[in-house]
């Protein structure tokens, strides 16, 4: 993945509106993650520490994984981001 400010992002995603989740989901969305990254690693593409500090934010926000998706999204440029949504591009002149 492409080198991303975590500051200047988790300001954006806390500018975001949206319902952060509780507590239990919190916990739900964490196991989730841990055993989507021991998946990765065992297919030999762990994550990369930048990769793991992304998604460590993502949760420390309690950002709710549709959300997270389509902020990967704007974050990559794909074409199917919604361009409405508040999130710099990474690599995009601010």
Do not use: K
């Not at 993945?1 to 200047?8: G, H, S, V």
């Not at 065992?42 to 949760?59: H, S, V, Y």
């Amino acid at each position: 993945m492409t080198t991303i400010d975590l500051d200047t992002l988790r300001s954006e995603v806390r500018a975001l509106d949206y319902v952060r989740g509780s507590s239990a989901e919190d916990t739900m969305w964490r196991e989730d993650d841990e055993d989507a990254r021991a998946n990765l690693a065992i297919e030999g593409m762990a994550l990369t520490p930048e990769d793991d500090a992304l998604f460590d934010m993502m949760r420390d926000e309690r950002v709710p994984p549709a959300l997270a998706t389509q902020i990967l999204l704007r974050l990559l440029g794909h074409p199917d981001a919604d361009p409405a949504l508040a999130i710099t591009p990474a690599g995009a002149s601010c």
